[in-house]
Nanobody, 122 residues
Framework: QEQLIESGGGLVQAGDSLRLSCAAS????????LGWFRQPPGKEREFVGYVSWTGAIYVGRSVKGRFTISRDSTKNMVYLQMNNLKPEDTAVYYCGASSGGDLIMSRYYSYWGQGTQVTVSS
């Protein structure tokens, strides 16, 4: 059974760093792209970045230069390193798995974790 579990969220101050982790389990996820999305309060889910099963990485413009993504395929883990956090980064962060399509769009992700809350105070 495919499963994604996020961890690492919390309450931090502006300028701090956090690293989110996503543990992927299930036979089919090893050849899926793993992506990060976030959903700020009262807003739609938005793209953060992804890492493909081949190791290709793409980070969205809104967080580029502050957020980085990495993947440890031996452990079936993907990480989101978030630096210089800002109050506008406050959101529930979700890990998703996609087998293809437009990878910046959430509807192409078939599997999702439960999300982890990140709150950045000013």
């Amino acid at each position: 059974q495919e499963q994604l579990i996020e961890s690492g969220g919390g309450l931090v101050q502006a300028g701090d760093s956090l690293r989110l982790s996503c543990a992927a389990s299930g036979r089919t996820l090893s050849d899926h792209t793993l992506g990060w999305f976030r959903q700020p309060p009262g807003k739609e889910r938005e793209f953060v970045g992804y890492v493909s099963w081949t190791g290709a990485i793409y980070v969205g413009r809104s967080v580029k230069g502050r957020f980085t993504i990495s993947r440890d395929s031996t452990k079936n883990m993907v990480y989101l390193q978030m630096n210089n956090l800002k109050p506008e980064d406050t959101a529930v962060y979700y890990c998703g798995a996609s087998s293809g399509g437009d990878l910046i769009m959430s509807r192409y992700y078939s599997y999702w974790g439960q999300g982890t809350q990140v709150t950045v105070s000013s």
